[in-house]
């Protein structure tokens, strides 16, 4: 095509036909350009036909992460509602409000962790800043793990505070023993993908009052009943709303991909 271009060139130029050959000049100038916006614009759908790609790939890996963290949260909230359940009873017994005894090493409780997934958000928010087109969309998911999961993972793990196993534990050291018979904390549901999580069935001896009157005459225990009561009510509160912003998330996050 070059040298067909170089011979009609070559021959205006000799026939001194140079206002053609200014004009071919131009025409050939222009065609080029077209021919280089073409292929930028070819490649400019090329890129944005993998951008979204890599969007819909990075959004169903968010929601598939939210959907695995709902099965730990769920767990936890369960576990934190009987440990709350058994509280109230044990402190109702003890200001002799009721005689109803609980199970006393449910009322013990377990030392819960919160562990959630973060690999493609932590990719979105490393590695693909501004990948996602819809904005308000990007904000919820940012402020979810954000601040949500952050909070909720410090309040479970990292705050002593909150660490209600802990301060309980020299308490029921001191006033009771270890009974026979055991007992099944909340087990995972059969549905948990086995591959996701460790198998964290397990049994536990009961507990058994030492001196149930003593018990009562100690009023130490008694307010940290009360208080653990009360901060277990918060934990409770903010996993529902967790888990109520986890399937308003996922909602949004299918409506996007549809």
């Not at 070559?10 to 025409?27: H, P, T, W």
């Not at 073409?38 to 939210?66: C, P, T």
């Not at 919820?140 to 952050?150: A, K, L, Q, T, V």
């Not at 995972?188 to 460790?198: L, N, W």
Request: charged share 30%.
């Amino acid at each position: 095509m070059s040298r067909i271009f170089h011979r009609i060139r070559q021959r205006m130029v000799k026939e001194d036909r140079l206002s053609r050959y200014f004009l071919y000049a131009i025409g050939e100038i222009v065609l080029v350009v077209i021919g280089i916006l073409i292929a930028l614009q070819v490649n400019q759908w090329n890129a944005e036909r993998k951008d979204r790609g890599h969007e819909r790939l990075l959004l169903e890996q968010i929601r598939d992460d939210l959907r695995l963290d709902t099965l730990d949260l769920r767990y936890n909230l369960k576990l934190h509602q009987q440990v709350l359940e058994q509280e109230e009873i044990l402190l109702a017994l003890l200001l002799q409000e009721s005689t109803t005894e609980p199970d006393y090493a449910m009322a013990f409780g377990v030392d819960a962790v919160l562990m959630t997934h973060r690999s493609a958000f932590q990719s979105l928010q490393h590695y693909d800043v501004g990948l996602l087109r819809n904005d308000q969309l990007k904000r919820r998911i940012s402020r979810h793990f954000d601040f949500f999961y952050e909070a909720m993972q410090l309040l479970e793990n990292a705050t002593p505070a909150y660490d209600l196993y802990s301060r309980k534990a020299p308490y029921f050291e001191k006033h009771f023993r270890v009974a026979g018979g055991t007992n099944t904390p909340v087990t995972r549901s059969e549905d948990t993908p086995a591959e996701e999580y460790m198998d964290v069935t397990m049994e536990r001896r009961s507990l058994e009052p030492v001196d149930l009157e003593g018990m009562r005459a100690d009023q130490g225990f008694q307010v940290l009943l009360s208080e653990c009561i009360i901060q277990r009510n918060v934990f409770i509160a903010f996993y529902q709303e967790v888990l109520d912003r986890v399937a308003e998330l996922d909602r949004e996050i299918t409506a996007a991909l549809e």
